[in-house]
């Protein structure tokens, strides 16, 4: 796909986007569009297998008719393979196609169907290692909210409407080579970014901030066996590591949970084996989930000004030094470790305005990069914009020492700090 091509897809998407976006506010036309788009990836990437399986014996799996024994048969053990595989199932008259077929269809009330597909998805997946990846995926997709119309007739229409033109995409996934749907995915996810204003934040990283800091954890590497993300958001800064260099596996956490099904979203959409991620959903500063872990890099952006309880409990955890122990409340500060009691006091304003998006947690990793405040949204697409970028090397497990000298100028200037 040439880039002209690219950039018509991803302003065909954005049209379609724009269909519901008189209905609701971006954040949630966000999350039905995303939705939307990654069932369509799911019924694709399943069907593209379950044909290759079944190549042999001259079947189609839109063929294989459900209502019979001898089809019956084929869809169990295409199933048994398509879980091990894949990590999930549907059967045929449950593909996105499908549905969009119906959806077509003068007075044909799809609603009911696709909210029993959505959850048979979920479902497929229980009892199986990946039944934690796709837990609640579409939990944010009410398909009976007043948002989308007043009447379930309009309702209905709208979505109809929605998936029909979706249904005309070729995303191209039987190109192995080709990444043309997760591109897209990550464009849309950057303009709705971008209308979020300071909200954004909750759940993207800036492009141009992500390649800085991919860049930094994977100088002179082809290849690391894993990256860390504290905060990770929808999981682009993740990804963005893999488009740098080859990644084994990735590890996340994200407190929000719509930023979190994002994530998991993102990463089967961008074709990573649910074997190969483990994002969790919790707070990282009050329930760290990966502890017991090492990771070959770590890349965080995390939010801006997000509060610390200080909770007493925390008086006896080594990831805090002593003197940010006693700042309840000030999220920024106790984010802030390498320094001593006295630098820590006396220095507050400066490191405030510099260091605000230093992030607070053991890293056991081998490098390690802090994306300060300046790198917003609001700013990235500026000429300066990179105005200061701290890089750390975890010079010993559970410690990080970084440069305290704001780097100014250009990326190729920013240098690692080194022991």
């Known amino acids: 796909m040439t880039d002209e091509q690219k950039r018509q897809l991803e302003q065909k998407l954005w049209d379609i986007a724009d269909t519901l976006r008189g209905k609701m506010n971006a954040d949630q036309f966000r999350d039905y569009i995303l939705g939307f788009i990654f069932f369509k990836y799911l019924s694709e990437r399943l069907e593209i297998y379950a044909d290759g ?20 048969d084929v869809l169990e053990a295409v199933k048994e393979d398509a879980l091990n595989a894949l990590g999930y199932f549907l059967k045929p008259s449950e593909l996105f196609s499908a549905i969009a077929q119906r959806g077509s269809q003068p007075k044909q009330f799809i609603i009911d169907d696709l909210t029993k597909i959505l959850n048979n998805i ?24 007043n948002n989308l119309g007043r009447t379930e007739g309009a309702k209905n229409e709208l979505i109809a409407k929605v998936l ?14 080709s990444d043309v749907l997760g591109d897209a995915y990550e464009y849309l996810i ?10 954004a934040g909750e759940f993207y990283t800036p492009q141009q901030v992500s390649i800085i800091l991919a860049r930094i954890v994977t100088t002179g590497k082809d290849r690391i066996k894993s990256v860390y993300d504290p905060t990770c958001g929808s999981g682009s800064l993740l990804l963005r590591v893999n488009k740098e260099c080859n990644v084994g596996e990735f590890f996340g956490q994200e407190m929000n949970r719509t930023t979190y099904n994002l994530a998991r979203m993102n990463m089967i ?25 090492k990771f070959e890099a770590v890349v965080a ?4 000004s997000a509060k610390w ?13 002593e003197s940010l122990k006693k700042l309840v409340g000030k999220g920024e500060f106790v984010k802030v470790l390498g320094l001593s009691e006295n630098e820590a006091l006396s220095n507050y304003g400066a490191i405030h305005r510099h260091c605000e998006h230093l992030i607070a947690i053991r890293f056991k990793a081998i490098r390690v990069v802090v994306c300060p405040s300046k790198l917003s949204i609001a700013t990235s697409n500026a000429p300066n914009a990179f105005e200061s970028v701290i890089a750390a090397r975890c010079l010993t497990v559970g410690r990080i020492r970084a440069s305290r000298k704001a780097y100014v100028g250009s990326v190729s200037a920013i240098p690692l700090a080194t022991a």
Do not use: C, W
């Open 269 to 293: 959409l961008h074709g990573v084996h649910y074997r190969n991620f483990d994002l969790k959903q919790e707070d990282t500063l009050e329930h760290p989930q990966h502890l017991d872990q």
């Open 164 to 177: 029909v033109h979706l249904d005309e995409i070729d995303f191209e996934l039987r190109d192995a080579n």
């Open 53 to 72: 399986i079944l190549e042999g014996d001259g079947i189609k799996f839109k063929d294989i008719d459900e209502a019979t024994p001898e089809g019956l």
């Open 122 to 145: 979920q479902r497929s997946t229980m009892g199986t290692e990946s039944e934690e990846d796709f837990d609640d995926l579409f939990s944010d997709m009410d398909l009976t909210s």
């Open 309 to 321: 309880s200080a909770n007493p409990l925390h008086m006896n955890d080594d990831r805090f030094p």
């Open 190 to 199: 950057g303009q709705f970014a971008s209308g979020a204003g300071k909200k």
């Open 301 to 304: 952006n995390p939010p801006f």
